[in-house]
Each structure stands twice: as structure tokens, then as C-alpha cells.
């Protein structure tokens, strides 16, 4: 051990014994003091490899309280400087990563190129670590160059980059409103929602219809009573029926075929429809097998 500082000692009994076999091994015992059955002291640090030797050759059971002086004092201000240095190392590390950007996410787009937006906006990042505060107004101009983005704005949210879109309206023809035109039903089914934007409607949610059958009729009533013409539009969802014929394979399973062919009629339904349920049955017919695959989907019509 390094020279400078003591280390102070306590046994809990037989202290002269032990005090003894130490002096008796040339160990020199300072500031002894009695403590009930036992007692406290020190050595210096030059002694207290061979007094510790000493007593636990000779069955004296020891504690180590603690060191004092210069060395014993300088080493602990080490101790605490190498906390200090993780603790810094640590804060700073906690602060990098709270700047660093972990992805960038894009919201309101469906026309314009998603990935035209991300790579844009990664092109116009500083660094990797994004500091409060930082001005991404040169990205946002940049996205307006995108066709179809009327309005962008970019900023940063925990370790996220958050891009907000708005798209140009699209193009869409002129109705002449005042055309007296009915809206028929595409397709029969019973009817879900309805909800008349021009016209006054026929039917009502639970009905069922047939295809070709007016949906909304092309006026509106004054508040006289009087019939006025115009163009009927609106919104009307009903469950419909759909249905499919296919030969049974002569290998496999008839219920792989009807999942993959229920994957297939999901991956192919128009925008907004939904399939609720979906049956089947074999059927034979000229010695053939076919499955009849019955979806049920809800959809405009």
C-alpha cells in the first residue's frame, strides 16, 4: 500500500490479545480507543499489510472503517472526478441523443410521391443531430417544387422530423346542377348509409334495392311545397353480394383454395369497400366439383 495515510480498524472483542500479537509482530497500534467489549485504532498504510496478516493468523476478527489523510483524501477526489467525467460523459451522450433524429414521418399525402417528399426533406437535414430551434424553412420552399404539394411545413418533434402536406385540389369536371338527373343504384343490396348532398332521397338505411333502382330523386321541395329540379348526388353504402365460381382442384385442400381465393377478392375490392363476411358451398356438376364462394361487402353503390 501506498505510504501517507492510516487506515482505522475495529475488532468487536479481545482487543489486548489482539493489540499484543500486533506489537509482538513489530506493528505499531495509534490512537487505540475502547469501545465496549472491543476497541478502534489505527496503523499506517506501511503497516497494515502485516497487521492485518497478523491478525487473521491469529483469529482476530477485524472491520475496516475507513482511511484518512493526504493520499487517503487525494484518492477519493479521484474517485469523485471519475464520477464527475461519467456523469458529463453521460449528460452529453443523453443530450445527443435527444437531438439526433431517429426518422423522418410524412402526413397528408395520397397523390403526391411519398418518397419524392422523404428524400427531399433527408437532403436538406444538417447533420443527424437537429439542435432546438433549427429553421427548416429552406426544406419547406424546396417541397413546393413537388407537383401537387400547394403547402408544406417541417419541424421536429422528440427525435422525429413530422412533414405536414397539403395537396393542390384535383382537377375535377363542373356539374350542371340544375340538370334534373336521378341517382340510380349501381348494384342491389340493402342499404347501409345514405346521405343526400342534392336531391331528396327514396330510400332509407335497411331497405333493399335493386340495381337500377332511384336512390335519390332529382329535386328539392321549397318551403312552399314547390318541386324544384335539380341534379341528385350523394353518398349511399349498402351490403351486397358477390359471387364466384371455381373447379376444385384435384390436389390440395378445398379450404386453401377458398382462403386464397378470399385474399385474392380482398386484395382486388374497389377503394372504401370492406368484406364483412364471406361462405361457401361444393357443388357438383357434370361429374366436375366447383366450390361457390359467397362475399358479402359493404360499398357504394
Known amino acids: 500500500m501506498k505510504g501517507g495515510f492510516r487506515i482505522r480498524y475495529f475488532i468487536e472483542r479481545h482487543p489486548c490479545f489482539a493489540l499484543n500479537k500486533l506489537c509482538g509482530a513489530g506493528v505499531t497500534a495509534k490512537a487505540v480507543r475502547r469501545e465496549g467489549e472491543g476497541a478502534s485504532f489505527s496503523l499506517g498504510s506501511d503497516e497494515a499489510d502485516r497487521g492485518e496478516r497478523v491478525?487473521?493468523?491469529?483469529?482476530?476478527?477485524?472491520?475496516?472503517?475507513?482511511e484518512s489523510g493526504f493520499f487517503a483524501h487525494l484518492k477519493a477526489l479521484k474517485g469523485k472526478a471519475a464520477l464527475l467525467v461519467s456523469l458529463a460523459a453521460a449528460i452529453a451522450g443523453t443530450a445527443l441523443y435527444s437531438f439526433s433524429?431517429?426518422?423522418?414521418?410524412?402526413?397528408?399525402?395520397?397523390?403526391?410521391?411519398?418518397?419524392?417528399?422523404?428524400?427531399?426533406?433527408r437532403e436538406e437535414l444538417p447533420s443527424p443531430f437537429i439542435l432546438p430551434g433549427e429553421d427548416f424553412?429552406?426544406?419547406?420552399?424546396?417541397?413546393?417544387?413537388?407537383?401537387?404539394?400547394?403547402?408544406?411545413?417541417?419541424?421536429?418533434?422528440?427525435?422525429?422530423?413530422?412533414?405536414?402536406?397539403?395537396?393542390?385540389?384535383?382537377?375535377?369536371?363542373?356539374?350542371?346542377?340544375?340538370?334534373?338527373?336521378?341517382?340510380?343504384?349501381?348494384?342491389?343490396?340493402?342499404?347501409?348509409?345514405?346521405?343526400?348532398?342534392?336531391?331528396?332521397?327514396?330510400?332509407?338505411?335497411?331497405?333493399?334495392?335493386?340495381?337500377?333502382?332511384?336512390?335519390?330523386?332529382?329535386?328539392?321541395?321549397?318551403?312552399?311545397?314547390?318541386?324544384?329540379?335539380?341534379?341528385?348526388?350523394g353518398i349511399v353504402e349498402a351490403k351486397v353480394r358477390r359471387t364466384e365460381r371455381v373447379e376444385c382442384p384435384a390436389e390440395g385442400s378445398a379450404a386453401e383454395l377458398v382462403l386464397e381465393r378470399k385474399e385474392a377478392f380482398e386484395a382486388?375490392?374497389?377503394?372504401?369497400?370492406?368484406?364483412?363476411?364471406?361462405?361457401?358451398?361444393?357443388?357438383?356438376?357434370d361429374k366436375k366439383a366447383y366450390l361457390d364462394l359467397y362475399y358479402d361487402i359493404i360499398t357504394r353503390i
Open 55 to 66: 491478525m487473521l493468523g491469529s483469529g482476530v476478527k477485524f472491520v475496516r472503517l475507513y
Open 101 to 121: 433524429v431517429d426518422s423522418v414521418r410524412v402526413t397528408g399525402v395520397n397523390r403526391v410521391d411519398e418518397n419524392a417528399v422523404l428524400e427531399m426533406v
Open 137 to 233: 424553412s429552406a426544406a419547406e420552399r424546396k417541397l413546393l417544387n413537388i407537383d401537387g404539394v400547394a403547402y408544406a411545413s417541417v419541424g421536429k418533434s422528440g427525435r422525429d422530423i413530422i412533414v405536414k402536406i397539403v395537396e393542390e385540389l384535383p382537377e375535377v369536371p363542373l356539374l350542371n346542377t340544375q340538370n334534373p338527373i336521378p341517382l340510380p343504384a349501381k348494384e342491389g343490396g340493402v342499404i347501409t348509409k345514405i346521405v343526400v348532398l342534392n336531391g331528396t332521397k327514396r330510400v332509407e338505411a335497411g331497405d333493399t334495392v335493386t340495381k337500377g333502382e332511384i336512390l335519390i330523386e332529382p329535386f328539392i321541395v321549397s318551403d312552399s311545397g314547390e318541386r324544384i329540379a335539380t341534379r341528385a348526388m
Open 268 to 285: 382486388a375490392l374497389e377503394e372504401g369497400a370492406r368484406l364483412i363476411d364471406y361462405s361457401f358451398e361444393v357443388k357438383k356438376v
